[in-house]
């Protein structure tokens, strides 16, 4: 119940295009979504979030949409540029004794061409 | 600003030896620590966090453990590693509890030969 499910595991989309990456969750005690964008031998880099009160939110070419009803939300990457080939992550966090953790989807690797 | 930094970057080390990963966090205080594994290709699996010295909490108690001897220092260590233990080793570090946004360190690259 604690899992976050994320699809698809790999994309590829022409330069200019719409990137999608979906998550799906089942525990409804998951209070804040995040996204992170990993490049090879990096670390993941906090690149969108949203709490569950808000159904989309907007920052600079990245959208979140999220869909509380249907325990689902998904990042939308506009105009992609080659610039934004990397590994995408979703998660949500969960409140934990004195603190919070974050569970992580399988990630999605984005291939954009130029 | 904060910053979080990890050493060392890489290491190979043979099976049986021990290990020591440091993190260390800049420009805050009383952070939450955590101590993430990330296998090639994988996503990231969260192995202890911690928050407060002395406090640690284990999501995987298999061959690791964690300290934290300092309010910004974070120590995940081994007493023999395995093959397994191979991996993308990411601590990362969040403003206690009155945020939500949690941010990774440059991580280290760990090859069990």
């Known amino acids: 119940q604690q899992q976050v499910k994320q699809s698809p595991q790999s994309l590829i989309v022409q330069k200019g295009g719409i990137s999608i990456i979906n998550c799906a969750y089942e525990n409804t005690a998951f209070d804040y979504f995040p996204w992170y964008q990993q490049f090879p031998g990096k670390g993941p880099a906090l690149l969108i979030a949203i709490r569950p009160d808000v159904s989309e939110k907007k920052e600079g070419r990245f959208t979140i949409s999220f869909n509380k009803s249907a325990k689902q939300f998904s990042l939308h990457i506009m105009d992609s540029q080659p610039g934004d080939s990397a590994t995408y992550f979703c998660?949500?966090?969960?409140?934990?004794?004195?603190?919070?953790?974050?569970?992580f989807g399988s990630g999605t690797r984005l291939l954009v061409r130029p | 600003s904060q910053t979080i930094h990890q050493w060392p970057a890489t290491l190979v080390q043979p099976v049986g030896s021990p290990l020591s990963l440091e993190c260390t966090v800049e420009?805050?205080?009383?952070?939450?620590l955590y101590w993430y594994r990330q296998a090639a290709g994988r996503g990231l699996q969260l192995l202890f966090y911690s928050v407060g010295i002395g406090q640690i909490s284990s999501e995987v108690p298999q061959n690791l453990s964690a300290s934290r001897p300092q309010d910004r220092q974070f120590i995940l260590s081994s007493k023999k590693l395995l093959l397994s233990d191979s991996g993308f080793y990411l601590c990362?570090?969040?403003?206690?509890?009155?945020?939500?946004?949690?941010?990774f360190g440059p991580g280290t690259r760990l090859t069990v030969t």
């Open positions: 998660a949500a966090s969960i409140r934990v004794d004195s603190s919070y953790k974050l569970i």
């Open positions: 420009g805050t205080s009383n952070p939450n």
């Open positions: 990362a570090w969040k403003k206690g509890l009155v945020s939500y946004e949690q941010y």
